[in-house]
């Protein structure tokens, strides 16, 4: 049986467990144990059993793998608990840890019975093993405590409910090191994912040594920012990784049951390549390696010469990477320069292809084909669909919401779910004021959870076409390591069991394991966000301004932990007063809160707000919601290789125009503006029509204030300084005349749309 149908087989076995129920029974009052994923059938026993740096790791199976994954666990243990297990040979089984093979479980799954006795593991494959390994870990790391552990007596029965369960990284618009893709990796192992999907090349890097091709990341892996060498930003930003990099990250992947699917995108998204050779595009013009976000126009071309050279592109892919899958993107390539392009068209009318999509879809069935002949398979996002060529075998990767999926399974095709925005971990999991850059709206811990992965409207048949589901780390507003972490957790434990767990639900549940999994992420310096427990202090703002009295309401995203406050400016602790209902203020005041798990650990850390006049009229620009007609919104960094985490503005590149909410204008006579310029680094392509372009009165454009709404009166206009002769952060200052009641503002620039984009940092009236 080869591993193509090794994985149609196991995809079938796997979706039926699918309607199995999650099981966990057990005895008395005690907490489930803090699993994640949830395993598909647990069942508690009496008694317990206790781990300590005395107890035997006895190996009955002696395998390189089974080695390997002893290692693990032994090296896992000892950075997080300090608890440092041992090998022996020759020990009964009696009062051990016992790691065993049982050809009779299904591939991936594991038993794990934890009696009086000892602890023993069993699984039919390496990575059924590695798994119960995993779930063991998590057993003996229930809290944040060190050394000894004792663990309840249970049976755990447990096996995968999808084949591919995912995580996508761009290493493109921002480049991770070899020893952070390893932390990924690393995490990605401890939830039970086995597919790391690496975006190796874009418009805007290339990422992949190609030895035959050396131009490729001579030239083709850097790129030069905007106001390079200013302000904090490189005079050159880039980096790739040498194959023998890549050896070492896919063995490492391996060790870990991880299987790494590059992908090499085309035809589109090609412009760093084509910056490196020319020859391959469309125009035969040498264009820089780009520096903007979005969708670029540059092609590959279609001739013979630029096939021969993806083909040897592949050819050293293919022997750096042994998954069976190879992703060629497919995505986002608009078509405007085949279709001014005498040669594609001519090419075309040979061909008998009479649409530029039908060509694509020509392309990818060529790339297809090779990639047949090496006993590989191609994958792509699902605009490969639009093609009248596309290989029968290949597998689709839904990203435009799940139609694609859809239409794919329809035509017999399997897929991968990876919708936006439900699974882009590019959106930021929080709206409040210190959320990282991202783009909104908000895709919570909460909101990945209840993903859905087989869609309803899929009969049996197409179902089984649903290889499984992963997630995606787009890169533009994630610039460092620590904006991934941030990004990627927890949601990804919330991905691990929609991946990994039967199909039922334990919102509550999954809440109540959390706090343990936290204490794990603590205990290995993974930098992930609170925003899911982050608490909101929030108050009727205008009824405060007119009375100088609050009503405050706290909460957070899950309605999980306890929340404590204090109103003397101090950090809240388990001592401080517990929020029951909302509570009065009289201003001035400062609210602290934070939220407690049940074990008193802290869920989010505290946030603060401080209730005075002055605060309540000055309000960040990240707070301040569009103008009514775009509902696009960004928060982006000062520059877009900025490594800080904040501060952050939010941006709207299709209209620069934000309300500040309707406030009690009466003896409010000045408006002040922290403003920032920003770079315009974003390709829109056939969506640029869409930018407002409002007219200015001064060369560089105002901030013109109107009253009510944006085709109200004008209260004033504040001309922007010259880009060329000014900091990137400036203020701006007006008289407002004056007003009575209750009147909103909106805030317009009216810069060239050719120019710099400006944000709004802090907008305050005052008397």
């Known amino acids: 049986m080869n591993r193509r149908s090794i994985l149609s ?21 005690m907490a489930p144990p803090s699993l994640i994923p949830q395993p598909a059938q647990l069942q508690r026993q009496s008694g317990s059993f206790t781990v300590d740096a005395s107890t035997p790791l006895v190996l009955a199976d002696r395998s390189v793998a089974t080695k390997q994954t002893a ?14 297990l041992r090998v022996v040979d020759n020990v009964p ?42 779930t063991l870990y998590q057993l003996l790391t229930p809290d944040a405590k060190q050394g000894a552990v004792e663990v309840p007596a249970m049976t755990i029965h447990d096996q995968p409910r999808f084949a591919w369960r995912g995580l996508m990284l761009d290493s493109v618009r921002h480049f991770q090191s070899v020893d952070e893709v390893k932390r990924l990796l690393d995490q990605m192992a401890q939830h039970k994912l086995n597919v790391f999907h690496w975006h190796l090349t874009d418009d805007q890097g290339w990422r992949i040594q190609i030895k035959r091709y050396p131009e490729l990341t001579r030239i083709g892996a850097w790129r030069t920012p905007p106001d390079a060498g200013k302000d904090g930003e490189p005079k050159r930003y880039g980096g790739f990784y040498t194959q023998a990099q890549i050896r070492e990250v896919v063995a490492y992947a391996a060790a870990r ?20 050779y020319p020859q391959l595009g469309v125009t035969g013009k040498r264009p820089e390696v780009s520096v903007d976000w979005g969708v670029n ?73 090779y990639l047949d002949r090496h006993g590989r398979k191609l994958i792509g996002w699902d605009e490969i669909l639009e093609g009248e060529h596309l290989p029968a075998d290949a597998t689709v990767m839904s990203w435009r919401g799940t139609d694609g999926a859809i239409k794919a399974t329809m035509m017999g095709h399997d897929v991968v779910m990876s919708p936006a925005p439900a699974l882009y971990f590019d959106h930021v999991q929080g709206d409040l004021a210190d959320e990282y850059a991202g783009r909104m709206g908000v895709e919570s811990l909460r909101s990945v959870y209840a993903f ?17 589901v992963q997630a995606n780390v787009w890169a533009e507003h994630i610039p460092t390591f620590a904006h991934v972490e941030h990004a990627v957790f927890p949601r990804l434990d919330a991905l691990s069991e929609v991946a990994w767990s039967p199909a039922s639900s334990d919102w509550p549940g999954f809440l109540a394991r959390l706090p343990a999994q936290l204490a794990r992420y603590r205990a290995q310096h993974v930098g992930y966000a609170d925003s899911a427990f982050a608490v909101d202090i ?71 707000r401080v209730l005075d006049r002055a605060s309540l009229l000055g309000l960040d620009g990240n707070d301040l919601p569009n103008c009514p007609g775009s509902d696009f919104r960004l928060r982006v960094q000062p520059l877009p290789d900025a490594a800080s985490a904040s501060p952050v503005y939010s941006i709207n590149v299709f209209n620069s125009c934000q309300l500040y909410p309707a406030t009690p204008l009466d003896g409010l006579r000045r408006i002040h503006v922290e403003a920032v310029r920003l770079e315009r680094n974003f390709a829109l392509a056939h969506e640029q029509k869409l930018v407002v372009s409002h ?64 944000a709004l940092g802090r907008v305050a009236l005052s008397p």
């Open 452 to 468: 859905q992965v087989v869609p309803a409207v899929l009969g049996p048949k197409q179902a089984a076409h649903v290889l499984g």
């Open 297 to 369: 126009p540059y092609l590959y071309n279609v001739d013979d010469a630029t096939f021969d050279f993806i083909d040897n592109v592949l050819d050293e892919v293919l022997a750096l990477f042994p998954s069976r899958y190879i992703h060629v993107g497919g995505d986002e390539a608009i078509k405007d320069q085949w279709q001014a392009s005498p040669a594609v068209q001519a090419k075309m009318r040979a061909l008998g292809i009479t649409s530029e999509d039908a060509l694509q879809g020509w392309f990818i069935d060529r790339i297809g084909q």
């Open 538 to 608: 929030a108050i009727d703002r205008t009824l405060a301004l007119a009375t100088g009295k609050a009503t405050v309401t706290l909460s957070n995203q899950t309605d999980f932990g306890t929340i404590r406050y204090t109103l003397d400016g101090s950090a809240p602790t388990q001592a401080s007063p517990r929020y029951d209902a909302p509570f009065n203020v009289t201003l001035p005041t400062t609210v602290r809160a934070a939220s407690f798990a049940a074990d008193g650990s802290v869920l989010a850390s505290s946030r603060r």
């Open 93 to 134: 089984a009696a009062g051990a840890i016992v790691l065993q093979r049982d050809l009779q479980i299904v591939a991936g799954g594991y038993a794990l019975t934890v009696a009086p006795q000892g602890i023993r593991i069993a699984a039919g494959d390496d990575a059924g093993l590695f798994h119960g390994a995993v």
């Open 9 to 29: 087989c196991c995809s079938c076995l796997l979706l039926a467990l699918a309607a199995l129920p999650l099981r966990v029974a057990g005895a008395g009052e």
């Open 695 to 758: 007219p200015n009165r001064t060369p560089f454009g105002e901030l013109v204030v109107h009253l009510d709404t944006c085709a109200g009166p004008v209260l004033a206009s504040m001309a922007l300084p010259d880009p060329a002769h000014s900091a990137r952060n400036f203020t701006l200052d007006a008289a407002l005349p004056a007003q009575q009641g209750e009147r909103a503002l909106c805030l317009i620039y009216t810069a060239p749309i050719d120019g710099p984009l400006y």
């Open 257 to 276: 049951h991880i299987t790494i699917v590059p992908e090499l995108d085309m035809p589109g998204h090609a412009q760093a390549a084509v910056a490196a």
């Open 71 to 84: 290692g693990y666990l032994i090296d896992l243990l000892a950075r997080t608990r300090g608890l440092r």
